[in-house]
């Protein structure tokens, strides 16, 4: 039975890394990194990750699929989460001799990330071992200074197509606001919350803001559309928080 790990690499920062998660690095048969189209540079991330902890790690990269936008939402991240398990399958194959197989996950595997999922699709199932990492949350709660609840209150973890879709949480003082490529926290009331927000965080491209949201809202957009345009992707997040 082969033995698939799913180690949480933080954010891009090597430093992120835990000694479980090199240690599993280290000790992997097979390493599998994906590669998307315009998005060479996080292969690119994962692959200097992987030098750093283990010079002589075999690495097999394998292109991700693209989702069929025409199909329903949920509909077509389920085909699309069928078609990564068939590559994954395809890929250890044809490496019959790793049975340590790892998989670099951004941030946690228990985030926000469906390689959990997608790993449950594999036929035969192998043995899953999970090593914790950074989230984004962290970095980004980290970066500002900030803590992540209020005293003695909730937090919220949601994304922009929910805050979209159906607004602002009853009940909910926090909110931390992950996927929102559509930068949703314009449909709120600016100048009732806060908002701490963070892109490509714990890389050295590092950009942060902070502030009111009616004043910060108008810098955030800017920076994120000109940081897109520089990189060919971003990845970022934000907290909102109800001022008093």
Request: net charge negative; hydrophobic share 45%; glycine share 6%.
């Amino acid at each position: 039975m082969i033995d698939l790990h799913l180690i949480g690499i933080g954010t891009g920062n090597p430093d992120h890394l835990t000694g479980e998660a090199r240690r599993a690095i280290t000790q992997a048969d097979l390493i599998l990194v994906p590669h998307k189209p315009g998005k060479s540079d996080l292969a690119d991330l994962r692959t200097r990750i992987i030098a750093e902890v283990c010079d002589d790690a075999l690495i097999a990269l394998f292109d991700m699929p693209v989702r069929d936008d025409t199909l329903p939402y949920l509909t077509r991240v389920d085909a699309w989460h069928d078609e990564i398990a068939r590559i994954w399958a395809a890929t250890m194959a044809a490496h019959p001799e790793a049975q340590k197989i790892a998989l670099l996950v951004w941030g946690d595997p228990s985030l926000y990330d469906s390689t959990l999922r997608i790993a449950a699709r594999l036929d035969p199932a192998p043995r899953l071992h999970v090593v914790a990492g950074i989230t984004s949350i962290q970095a980004l709660t980290a970066a500002h200074a900030i803590p992540l609840n209020t005293l003695n209150a909730p937090v919220t973890i949601s994304t922009g197509r929910r805050l979209r879709d159906h607004g602002w949480p009853d009940g909910c003082e926090t909110l931390v606001v992950m996927l929102d490529a559509d930068c949703t926290f314009q449909s709120l009331d600016g100048d009732g919350f806060d908002i701490w927000w963070g892109a490509y965080l714990g890389m050295p491209e590092q950009i942060l803001e902070a502030g009111r949201l009616s004043d910060a809202s108008v810098r955030i957009i800017a920076r994120r559309a000109e940081a897109r345009a520089a990189h060919g992707w971003i990845m970022d997040t934000y907290l909102l928080r109800r001022r008093a």
